[in-house]
């Protein structure tokens, strides 16, 4: 689609582009070094490429989310304008930092032109450059979440303090304590709500398409949108342990200090209810499952979930409670598969993502080279910090002088020393997230490859939690269909073992591989196989 687009544009005369240019913070702008720099170096590629500039978008904000204003105003463009499909972005960390902008594009079939770094991406590019860009990606992401280590923290510390550190759900509020510290409390109108949605579902007599019913006709909505909570909401409110007083944060459970909903033995009736029979529940006190929310039903759409039988098999099967009805789904409840058969299957997939040490070698060496523009970047942001603190101990110093000869009073020093000291702090505080953040950057980013690599070996000497989050990290929308399992790689999981298949491909027929083959440079003709 591209390239047909691109033609097209060619026959009417200059390829229409985008330009988009990002700094990352207001200091970087107003110190005047990135924007107008990447718009200098974006219009003389265009000219050297022959594009014409259809228009310019410039975001000068952080990219934690994707809810940057000119990056999704670029997006509503492309929609709106089919003939334009290419994009113009000095490297990648400028044109998105985090996963969901990548896929963004990626729906959009655009052609990405990253100047600095010399690589031009569409979807006729090879895997092996779009899973590189894709670590690229991925170690840009883990370098804003490095920098948000001090609020992870801060909610861990909430947790270990009994304090739900994050949006309340449904039936309780956010407010602020009396000790002045975020807190969450029964909401009068929805508490009563949840309560009952409980106590009527654990009867037995109710599906989840019933329950969700009468709570609607309840009342029970989402409080700013005023729309009715769906039956998967609903699904998850009863699965919640939150509302016994119990909560996990980071696979720990906490005691919490909020007041509780429902008693912990109506919490784990309900749960009974919910496997089908009255099984050890998904999440029981005693045992993690490896596999548990990690599958649906292709059937139904409905949960996988496990239960132990005679006290130490586990198996596991679909809960069966779909909104479209039980009779066509009651025959999904009847069918188990062994946790052992599901660990083999699993395996095998993950067998899919391994390479050689020779190619991890070269790949590494890649990504070095390629990153040495962030690594500046990088030491800018931490010159930056250290001339603001170095600025301000001195205020400090001539404004101590100046009380000292009396041209200031006691109370505007203390005012202004005491603001200027909390500044300081902030300053000694980002400079120590840019360094932890800088040394991990690179090293991230090889571990993901080694992670990859080295997956399955990983996968068989893990314990079942982290069996879960190592699959929850490369794969998504996993199915379960009779004992069988389908699976999607997440992004760049794809790309990598679409070249790795490539790779055995070209080792199979007996070609010597070499750094330099074409199954690695994305970047050469696709003729040269």
Known sequence: MVKKAVQTAIRGGLVKALLYARVSSKEQEKEGFSIPAQ?????????????????EFIDVETAKSSGRTNFNEMVKYLRKHPGVRVILVEKTDRLYRNLKDWVTLDELDVEIHLAKEGVILSQDSRSSEKFMHGIKVLMAKNYIDNLSEEARKGQMEKAEQGIWPTKAPLGYLNVTGGDGKKVIEPDPEQAPMITRLFERYSTGAYSLKAIAKAAHAEGLVYPKSGN?????????????????????????LHHGKHEPLVSIELWERVQGVLTGRHATPIHSYGYEFAFGGLMTCAKCGCAVVAEIKKGKYIYYHCTGHSDKGRGGYAECRRKYVREEALEETFGALLDKLHFDEEVLDWVRDALKASHADERKEQEQAIQRCQKEHKRLEDRLQAMYLDKLDGRIDSAFYDRMSAQWRVEQTRLLRELERHGDAGESYMEEGVRLLELARNARQLFAKQAPGEKKRLLNLLLSNCTWDDGEVCAVFRQPFDLLVETTTALSSVQASGAVLSKGHPVWLGNLDSNQD
């Open 39 to 55: 718009c200098k170096l974006l219009r003389e590629y265009a000219a050297q490429k022959q594009f014409g500039i259809a228009q």
């Open 228 to 252: 009715p909570v769906p039956v998967s909401t609903v699904h998850s409110i009863l699965r919640n342990r939150l509302y016994t007083g119990l909560f996990r944060w980071n696979g720990k």
